[in-house]
């Protein structure tokens, strides 16, 4: 079958490429795939945990728990299911559409070998790119696995993407957040014990159950070693995927990508921080909030206060509605912001004690990640917000920072 | 078992009742919405945490373990 991209996706990598081996002609059906990795190793659940706790390996989906506390956590007697996540709700994000488009199998081999190790009745993937989900389904005609697999579609909204609520998805309910917080491995679909991961979680351990732990950790950081998918977007050059070792310094990402290596970087999107320049910072789990791996360059001609006020916008418009301090709360942040942009102070000070109320306040970690956003906005900003009180910035909003329309 | 108040944020409505009957541990934001100072109950405590629970309209006030 031939996928029709409408965009090509550019990907590339800083060293050996290992999640995105063997790509650069395009998607790799079941031939090309095993030519490039070989077979999947059918491996213990005892063989993953001691694997998964050799490598430190964490969720890439934003979360960054260590998969073996997950592995742990189950019950030996079996589980209900293991849940690909795969919905890339946070906007800027590529790499797991990548993934599921062009290294289907691979993504499978992860998850169907895990399924198997972990005595799982089932693989779920929750898919919302329409491409991503017809590769994938191309993919499970081609193999022979002995979980079945099965594809969802999930919307494309902001928390749709969140664990329990593609759990709540799958189940055939709304796609929001359910109030109780309890943990997918305790119960998870249908209630019942459940190994939920990001895609790109389980691409890594298709490629940690072939390598072993010290083959897997001879590249990255020593406290996670290997490699990690980063999606670098805004003022670059060449934005796309770049799979790099982890720990990279930033400032080779950006000039690989062809950013401005001065000035304000985004990490880990619109739930992460900002961070006032890129020098002296590595991109490594836990030590800097890489949520899904996204990387975003401001450049120095947009109005960063408006940009963030426009994706604050967004924010809100993406709350679930269920819980009240995130509805009100992200919305009366837009109008602080607003005020603040047009030079009312009162809209600095009312900012600041709306982003004291709003982190912890909701089912979902939404109210916690754009507080997150937009107090590291007000802080590595301090001088534009001055240049706006006392009249303007003198720069135009460019759109920098991408805010999904209808089709996303 | 320690125990601490919880709030199911998809429940709660902002009726304020939970504020009116736990006036030291219990106020209202600009909204309406309660802020719970997150220490644990202490055994003292327990009744009046409980009467509130009950009390509750939305039933989003619980009682979760620490």
Redesign the interface.
Known sequence: MTLVQENPPLLRSIGQPRLLAGLLEGRADLQHHLWTHGRQPQLSRETYSELATAVGLRGRGGAGFPVALKLADLPAKGIEAVVVNGSESEPLSRKDRLLLTLAPHLVLDGAAGLAQALHAREVLVAVHDATAAASIRAAIEERQDAVPIQVSDTPGRFVAGEARAVLSILEGGPAVPPGRRVLPTRKGYHQRPTFLSNVETFAQLAVLARLGSREFSSTGVSSEPGTQLLTVAGAVQRPGVIETPTGVPLETVLQYAGAPVAGPVLIGGYHGQWLPRPDGIKLSRPEVALGAGIVVALGPDTCPLGEVHRVAQWLASQSAGQCGPCVFGTAALVDDFGRLLSGDPAGWHDAHRHLGLVPGRGACAHPDGSARFLASALEVFGDDVRQHLAGGCGRAVLGVLPVPGGGW | MVKKLE????????HGLCATLLGDDVVL?????P?LDGRPVTPGELTNARRAVLACPAL?LRLGEV
């Open positions: 709030i199911d944020w998809t429940r709660c409505d902002g934001d600009e909204w309406g919405f802020v989003a």
